[in-house]
């Protein structure tokens, strides 16, 4: 039964995702609320090849025996640290987002509490623009960034044209 509840939850969230992505305002920027996460992660460099990054996070799955990931967002961080000295290509780590994955040693924890919340349209080139215009919108209302920004595609497997690709960008404020 619980099997069966799971399944009915992410056929909701899909439906709930869709609806998002025909309604949702691109161009704001807004505060939300998240609760403590617990991701996968893989460490990266500006170096790593993509088929060095597969066979990384293929590991992972394996490890924490995470089977059929369909239900799984993935993502990218990078230091808000770097993103202000103006180093938006110094990823340091890939993330999985898997519902319902329990606390385990060695997952890192996304902390719970207020992060900002934008998203970017098109290729990836301009994505400095938007962080710009996060950056902008946190000095306007006395915000402070930290930690890391989790960065998300949300679209990707509907789309055929990078111009339609949209990247979630949410970072935590203090």
Known sequence: MLHL????NTLC????????LL???LSGITV??????????????????FEKEVE??????KKYQLGRLHDASYGSMISVRDLMDGNYNNYTRLFIEIPFLPQKTG??????????????????????LRYQ???????????????????KGIN???????????????????
């Open 5 to 8: 509840q799971a399944v009915r």
């Open 13 to 20: 969230g899909h439906r709930e995702n869709m609806l998002t």
């Open 23 to 25: 309604t949702m305002d």
């Open 32 to 49: 939300i609320h998240k609760e403590e996460q617990c991701l996968v992660t893989v460490d990266i460099d500006p170096d790593t090849s």
């Open 56 to 61: 990384l996070i293929t590991a992972q799955t």
């Open 107 to 128: 997952l890192h924890i996304q902390p719970g509490g207020n992060y900002i919340r934008a998203f970017h349209k098109g290729n990836w080139d301009d994505i400095p």
């Open 133 to 151: 215009a996060i950056f902008a919108y946190a000095r306007a209302h006395g915000l402070t960034l930290t930690g890391f920004s989790y960065e």
């Open 156 to 174: 990707e497997n509907v789309i055929d044209r990078i111009e339609d690709y949209i990247v979630q960008i949410e970072i935590p404020i203090l």
